[in-house]
């Protein structure tokens, strides 16, 4: 599948969005150009078989990411098995995110990971083809902090997509300023 190919199922989802189409149709357009993005294969383990397009947030979760590219991964039914292993219905919002093992700060990273090296690697336009709007960005620096992370990325300087993953990859700002005021505390 060449660029021109995702990019035309990349605007029949644009498009679908914009016209507020039902929302079965635009899953199915989200889903259809996710699977041709990453090129009708598993970006985790290459296979072809049993592809399913999988939200990396939850829509329970963020539900203004439910169509986003950058929140969607092709994953075959093995790994996508894999991913929903420990819990897989809605979660319960009054929890912290991940408190019934459905949401994973690790899996997060390694999942945006994967698309941010498969973009490099394939040399595709990370904030054409992976975008995560406002709000979703929004949703990781009030999780997880790192102002300066957080305005690279608002102001075009780091990818969305790089930063979704640079994010996670970190424990959130504030367990580090805990554990700091927590030893000076210890310390004095």
Request: proline letters at 3%; hydrophobic letters at 35%.
């Amino acid at each position: 599948m060449n660029t021109a190919e995702i990019s035309l199922r990349r605007e029949k989802l644009l498009a679908a969005k914009s016209k507020h189409r039902s929302p079965s149709w635009c899953n199915k357009l989200w889903r259809n150009f996710i699977k041709a993005r990453d090129l009708f294969r598993c970006v985790c383990c290459d296979s072809t078989q049993d592809l399913e397009a999988h939200h990396i947030v939850r829509r329970a979760l963020l539900p203004n990411a439910g169509l986003e590219m950058g929140n969607g991964i092709t994953l075959c039914r093995l790994c996508h098995k894999k991913v929903h292993a420990e819990f897989n219905q809605r979660p319960d919002p009054s929890l912290p995110i991940g408190a019934e093992q459905g949401d994973s700060q690790d899996e997060w990273a390694f999942l945006f990971g994967l698309l941010y090296e498969d973009a490099i690697n394939r040399n595709l336009g990370q904030d054409q083809f992976y975008y995560l709007n406002n709000e979703t960005i929004e949703f990781f620096h009030r999780l997880q902090g790192y102002d300066e992370l957080y305005y690279s990325a608002s102001r075009g300087e780091m990818t969305r997509i790089r930063y979704a993953h640079e994010v996670w990859r970190w424990m959130p700002e504030t367990w580090y300023t805990e554990i700091a005021e927590n030893l000076l505390v210890s310390l004095l």
